[in-house]
């Protein structure tokens, strides 16, 4: 069973912080990795993808990948109230298939 | 800027009823997908359509469920006889090249009573 870990919180943040999100998986074969967001009740909503090790960075937003160490990771800066939501880390394998995480809460407090 | 888009928003439906949650992909896409998402659960992929064909389905996607593309547009999932345990979120989502990004529908929530 290929499988996607991440923690799901609550992670707690005071606004202006850095909110530091995890995730492994197990399938080594994964070749895109992807983040994103849901709200409650709504559909995921890209923020990131990364397909090769390092770091990639868009706007407030850092995506880290390690294959070796099958970990992906994203940092927000300066996190907002806006950013509470539920953060899904999700692997691509065969045909675009995603396999997604449990999902990590972000609650961002003023 | 193009969308996946979903009809209906909201289905409720009695157990042993068939449904259809439809889909319009974004229009030059070629891969097509459905998810589901029990509610407080994760994200759990299906099935993968290309080149109007199944590519990929997941033992979930069992004899209950069926996918068509009867048109150049819509993008169909089919439970012949739903269960209380289909009951769920469904999206559907698209992308140009397997390589890419999927983008997702705005689901369809699915209650089987």
Redesign the interface.
């Given at each position: 069973q290929k499988e996607v870990e991440q923690n799901s919180g609550p992670l707690s943040v005071p606004e202006g912080a850095i909110a530091s999100l995890n995730c492994t998986y197990s399938d080594r074969g994964s070749q895109s990795f992807f983040w994103y967001r849901q709200y409650s009740g709504k559909s995921p909503e890209l923020i990131m993808f990364i397909y090769s090790n390092g770091d990639k960075e868009d706007g407030r937003f850092t995506a880290q990948l390690n294959k070796a160490s099958q970990y992906v990771s994203l940092l927000i800066r300066d996190s907002q109230p806006s950013d509470s939501a539920t953060y899904l880390c999700a692997v691509s394998t065969s045909y675009g298939k995603l396999t997604f995480g449990q999902g990590t809460i972000l609650t961002v407090h003023p | 800027e193009p969308e996946v888009t979903q009809t209906p928003s909201h289905q409720v439906t009695q157990m042993g009823q068939e449904v259809i949650l439809r889909c319009v992909p974004i229009s030059n896409h070629l891969?097509f997908?459905w998810?589901r998402q029990i509610l407080g659960?994760?994200?759990?992929?299906l099935v993968?359509f290309?080149n109007n064909e199944i590519?990929?389905k997941s033992e979930i996607f069992d004899d209950q469920f069926s996918v068509e593309r009867p048109d150049g547009s819509n993008f169909t999932l089919k439970i012949r006889s739903t269960k209380l345990e289909d009951s769920a979120?469904y999206?559907c989502?698209s992308?140009i090249d397997?390589?890419?990004?999927?983008?997702?529908?705005?689901?369809t929530?699915l209650l089987v009573l």
């Open positions: - | 891969y997908y998810y659960q994760k994200v759990e992929f993968s290309y590519s990929e979120m999206f989502a992308i397997r390589a890419k990004t999927q983008y997702f529908g705005p689901g929530r």
